[in-house]
T-cell receptor, first 115, second 111 residues
Framework: EAGVTQFPSHSVIEKGQTVTLRCDPI?????LYWYRRVMGKEIKFLLH????????ESGMPNNRFLAERTGGTYSTLKVQPAELEDSGVYFC?????????????FGEGSWLTVV | GENVEQHPSTLSVQEGDSAVIKCTYS??????FPWYKQELGKGPQLIID?????GEKKDQRIAVTLNKTAKHFSLHITETQPEDSAVYFC??????????FGSGTKLNVKP
């Protein structure tokens, strides 16, 4: 069974440009999460989808970040326009229902550098 | 919400020694505590977890303990090996839908 896959694995863009990150969750996982880790800091929650609906987007830093999950399958996270402080690694994770004793599984991450 | 603190931020041990990483959490409603290992260039991988109705769990050289009263949990690695070198994250599940993570511990096992 395929794990959580993310694309691109690495991206270097200039300040002001746009980047779109993609996540394909594990098949059958309704829950999809985006997290971000800035160098040396904790892994911070960005948002949570249940199928195609945004369950919780309280961690999104500002309106330069837009996440979508069309049809409840893969998700995209767009940063537009990118700023220097957006650099970091963006992790996607997926899970079945957590209240049933399941856990979340992470992808390899998309490493973003804004120069 | 929840606040998870993790210590130490870096830990260096000699091969064969034990390593202990500690985390505290703030919300007594949190009930599930996984530990993740992140190797260079990879995503976090679940290595062990514990639920709030259990005080200790062991899997070969890795163990996790939970003290609900004090709201802290710890990761113990015995007989460390160079391949244990990585960044380790603790996490607490809050409200059944959101994980809060510690800031990570970089473990270096010296051969």
């Amino acid at each position: 069974e395929a794990g959580v896959t993310q694309f691109p694995s690495h991206s270097v863009i200039e300040k002001g440009q746009t980047v779109t990150l993609r996540c394909d969750p594990i098949s059958g996982h309704d829950n999809l999460y985006w997290y971000r880790r800035v160098m040396g800091k904790e892994i911070k929650f960005l948002l949570h989808f249940v199928k195609e609906s945004k369950q919780d987007e309280s961690g999104m830093p500002n309106n330069r970040f837009l996440a979508e999950r069309t049809g409840g399958t893969y998700s995209t996270l767009k940063v537009q326009p990118a700023e220097l402080e957006d650099s970091g690694v963006y992790f996607c994770a997926s899970s079945q229902f957590l209240s049933s004793g399941n856990t979340i599984y992470f992808g390899e991450g998309s490493w973003l550098t804004v120069v | 919400g929840e606040n998870v603190e993790q210590h130490p931020s870096t830990l260096s041990v000699q091969e064969g020694d034990s390593a202990v990483i500690k985390c505290t959490y703030s919300d007594s409603a949190s009930n599930y505590f996984p530990w993740y290992k992140q190797e260079l260039g990879k995503g976090p991988q679940l290595i062990i977890d514990i639920r709030s109705n259990v005080g200790e769990k062991k899997d070969q050289r890795i163990a996790v303990t939970l003290n609900k009263t004090a709201k802290h949990f710890s990761l113990h690695i015995t007989e460390t090996q160079p391949e244990d070198s990585a960044v380790y994250f603790c996490a607490a599940l809050y409200n059944f839908n959101k994980f809060y993570f510690g800031s990570g511990t970089k473990l270096n096992v010296k051969p």
